[in-house]
């Protein structure tokens, strides 16, 4: 399974973007995808993160602003970031449970100026 995530960038408070991770190969079913951020010296946290169902999960830090949604049937996961703060800029990285083995994407980096 490889997973790869696209649409970080610059942007400034207040602003939004839309990340987006599909995961290739040979699948069957993927259990829960989520995002992941690490900023410079933190360690990573998780942000969101969704079951296959559609149940889902945020930080406390980004609930109200960001939304988690997937498409089963492309094996994608997005994250919708609204209303973005300075203190969102990290690295993010989606990840896929895929038969009880967490796979995880190349970062994209997302920078949210004052």
């Known amino acids: 399974v490889q997973l790869q995530a696209s649409g970080g960038g610059l942007v400034q408070a207040g602003g939004s973007l839309r990340l987006s991770c ?9 259990n829960d995808m989520g995002w992941y951020r690490q900023a ?8 969101a993160a969704i079951s296959s169902g559609g149940d ?6 980004v609930k109200g602003r960001l939304t988690i ?3 089963n049937f ?22 896929a449970d895929y038969l009880n083995v967490l796979y995880w994407g190349k970062g994209t980096q997302v920078t949210v100026s004052s």
Request: glycine share 4%.
């Open 22 to 30: 599909a995961a290739s190969g040979t699948i069957f079913s993927i």
């Open 40 to 47: 410079p010296g933190k360690q990573r946290e998780l942000v």
């Open 56 to 61: 889902t999960k945020y930080a406390d830090s």
């Open 69 to 71: 949604s997937r498409d």
């Open 74 to 95: 492309k094996n994608a996961v997005d994250l919708q970031m609204n209303s973005l703060k300075p203190e969102d800029t990290a690295v993010y990285y989606c990840n």
